[in-house]
Structure formats: C-alpha cells, structure tokens
C-alpha cells in the first residue's frame, strides 16, 4: 500500500518568507510525528499528534513554527518568517499505535521535504 | 533526558567484513531502543528493536544488535556486510509511556567492493 508522502520534496525560499510543508500519512495510523534534520545532525522531534488528544509540541523550536492535523489524516507544518537556521530536512513519520504502545509499533516515515532558506 | 551517542559518522567496510556501529544512551529510566536504516533514496525504515527479554536481538537482513545495560549500549553488528547494506543508519531510544523517539545522528556505512 502507499506509505506517507510529503510535499514538496524540495522547496526553495527566502528569508522572511512563510513556507508550508504537507505530510499524508498512511491510512489509518492514528499517530503522527514531525523531525527536523540539520546536516550533521541527529533527527529532532518538533511535535506529535495522537487522534483527538491535544498534540505534544514541546520539540517545536520557536513560535515561528506551528502545525495542524485534520483528524487522523494529513498535517500540515507551517514555517513563518523563515530563517537560515531553519534549513533542513523535515522529516514526516506515522503509526498504527497509541500513546501506550507508540514505543512497540514503528514509525513509518516519509521521504522528507528538502528546505533551503536562501 | 534522555539522549543517544553515536561516535562514527562514517563507516568504510569491504564487502564480507564484519561491521560494528556503535550507540550509546543516557536515560534515568527503563528504556527502548531502535535501529533505523536509510538507505539511497528511501526513507528511514526500522532495522530491529529491543523492548524487552533477550537482550539479543536480530533483524532479517543479518544483522543483530544486543542491549547491553551495564555499559549503555546498543551496538550494531554483522559478520558479512554485502554492498546493498550501504545506508545510513541511526539509533534511538525512548521510555515507556514517552512516545518520543530520540534519535543519534547517525551513521553512514558505505561498503568497499
């Protein structure tokens, strides 16, 4: 079957501009993650939405970033007033599990949306 | 706070050598730990992964990794690497009832014909 999918792959903007990166997870996985790599580093979880349940945005960076999840189905990153740091790859991921078992179902994830911030 | 080491950020291998990379974690509480791998153009996929039990745990490709609680450990191993296992490969770690998975920077292996 199809596994998540992100868009674009690639995107290219200047500084100051808002951006918005889109994650459609794998039908029917209730848990949806979104990371961060920047080149050299390690993945950095920014947030986590599970069903209906407020989402944990301790790993979001700064008020710049925001994210949005329809239901159980795609999520939505926004990026406003874009910064160099802010260039990375944004990793989207999904399972199957709960909060419960998150830890005992793998994350499934997306090829990743490439952001340069010129 | 949980945290992962991963000291190799390269790895050259020939082909049919063995191969080890290293991860180590910090964590204040009883954790789980994964293996993912991201090979050429795909996206990251899990390896294997230890919860609990034997602290031996294997994956179908040949690869094993063992749990090692005394020295924080979770190394990965395989006695014959072959060129399809050139990826990067990244260790995790999480703890029950934290979902959270945090992840080393990983490590890129790249076997030598």
Redesign the interface.
Known sequence: GA??SQSPSNKVTEKGKDVELRCDPISGHT?L?W?RQRL????E?LI?FQGNSAP?KS?LPSDRFSAERTGESVSTLTIQRTQQEDSAVY?C?SSP?G??G???S???????TRLTVT | AQS?T?LD?QVPVFEEAPVELRCNYSSSVSV?L?W?VQYP??????LL?Y?SGSTLVESINGFEAEFNKSQTSFHLRKPSVHISDTAEY?C?V????N????????TRLTIIP
């Open positions: 596994g998540v848990a993650y990371y050299g580093q390690g993945l979880f986590y944990d790993g990793l991921a599990a909060r419960e998150a830890y005992n793998p994350l499934h994830f997306g090829n990743g | 992962v991963q950020s789980y994964f993912y153009n795909q996206g990251l996929q899990l992964k919860l990244f995790a999480s703890n029950f009832g979902e959270k998975l945090t992840f080393g920077t990983g």
